[in-house]
Nanobody, 124 residues
Framework: QLQLVESGGGLVQPGGSLRLSCSAS????????IGWFRQAPGKGREGVSC????????NYADSVKGRFTISRDNAKNTVYLQMNSLKPEDTAVYYC?????????????????WGQGTQVTVSS
C-alpha cells in the first residue's frame, strides 16, 4: 500500500524556520512528482511547491517564493520543504502528495496519493 508520511511540523515564532519531510513506504519516490500543499482553517487547499522526479525542476507559489525551498533525496526516499522567514499566514496543515505522471503545476486535483498532514503554526 502506498503511503506518504509528513513530519517536522510544529510551533515557531514569526521569522523562524522549519523543515518538513515527506517520506514514503510501499513505493519508491523516484518515479513520482512530489508536491507540497497546505490548508488553513476555513480555507481551501493551496499548492505550495512541487519538484520533478529528478529534482531538476521546481515550482513555487508566489506567496512562498524566496522563502521556501523544496528538495529531494531519492536515496533516502524523502522530499523536504525548507521554510524560512515564516509568517503567521503560513499557519496551516501541510500535506505532501505524489503523482506518477509528469506534471509541472501544483494543482491538488492532479495528485494521486496524499499524506495525512503535519501542523505548522507560526505565532509569537
Amino acid at each position: 500500500q502506498l503511503q506518504l508520511v509528513e513530519s517536522g511540523g510544529g510551533l515557531v515564532q514569526p521569522g523562524g524556520s522549519l523543515r518538513l519531510s515527506c517520506s514514503a513506504s510501499g513505493f519508491t519516490l523516484d518515479y513520482y512528482v512530489i508536491g507540497w500543499f497546505r490548508q488553513a482553517p476555513g480555507k481551501g487547499r493551496e499548492g505550495v511547491s512541487c519538484i520533478s522526479r529528478s529534482g531538476g525542476s521546481t515550482n513555487y507559489a508566489d506567496s512562498v517564493k524566496g522563502r521556501f525551498t523544496i528538495s529531494r533525496d531519492n536515496a533516502k526516499n524523502t522530499v523536504y520543504l525548507q521554510m524560512n522567514s515564516l509568517k503567521p499566514e503560513d499557519t496551516a496543515v501541510y500535506y505532501c502528495a505524489a503523482v506518477e505522471r509528469v506534471v509541472t503545476g501544483i494543482r491538488a486535483g492532479e495528485y494521486e496519493y496524499w499524506g495525512q498532514g503535519t501542523q505548522v503554526t507560526v505565532s509569537s
